[in-house]
T-cell receptor, first 116, second 111 residues
């Protein structure tokens, strides 16, 4: 009965480095979301997958951000040439329902990224 | 553009002192309104989904209510373990499946 897991939990990067954040959703969940949460703010949408298809990436802040879910389960969020403004908690959430019918999302613990 | 506003930003209560948190929204038709609890260093934990005005849901000391413009999360006789940030999110209709989150209310309950 594992929930959503994310790794690493904490990541410190020097400005300009590339990072990769991993999300393992609940088994069988077709929908997967990535969010960015700044300190004292609510989660902000980044991108959405239905199975392996990336149906919405409108929230990605720049072309340095890239996400994939090649086999419809594990997802990776990659940030190239990290900047200080990328420092935030990155949350992953999954849902058993497809777009248009999504209600409950189950969140992982997040990855706290600090860019020095 | 959909907007979700939560108030107050922070709330301090004594154990046993009941209160309410507010989530007001502006959305052209509401598909669903969600309440989540978030503890420090953790991801949001789902509490309730409300779909229509007049709907109420309860869980232990928490009760969520919904009107056409806002939702309240009532906390009855809170305990220190209820201390957390409470997030509200709304989902609009028309295939827009992406919930929009408010900034949250940080609740501290003192023993």
């Amino acid at each position: 009965g594992a929930g959503v897991s994310q790794s690493p939990r904490y990541k410190v990067a020097k400005r300009g480095q590339d990072v990769a954040l991993r999300c393992d959703p609940i088994s069988g969940h077709v929908s997967l979301f990535w969010y960015q949460q700044a300190l004292g703010q609510g989660p902000e949408f980044l991108t959405y997958f239905q199975n392996e298809a990336q149906l919405d990436k409108s929230g990605l802040p720049s072309d340095r951000f890239f996400a994939e879910r090649p086999e419809g389960s594990v997802s990776t969020l990659k940030i190239q040439r990290t900047q200080q403004e990328d420092s935030a908690v990155y949350l992953c959430a999954s849902s058993s329902k497809t777009s248009g019918n999504i209600d409950t999302q189950y969140f992982g613990p997040g990855t706290r990224l600090t860019v020095l | 553009e959909d907007q979700v506003t939560q108030s107050p930003e922070a709330l301090r209560l004594q154990e046993g002192e009941s209160s309410s948190l507010n989530c007001s929204y502006t959305v052209s038709g509401l598909r669903g309104l969600f309440w989540y609890r978030q503890d420090p260093g953790k991801g949001p934990e789902f509490l309730f989904t409300l779909y229509s005005a007049g709907e109420e849901k309860e869980k232990e000391r928490l009760k969520a209510t919904l009107t056409k413009k806002e939702s309240f999360l009532h906390i009855t006789a809170p305990k220190p373990e209820d201390s957390a940030t409470y997030l509200c999110a709304v989902q609009a209709p028309g295939g827009s499946y992406i919930p929009t989150f408010g900034r949250g209310t940080s609740l501290i309950v003192h023993p």
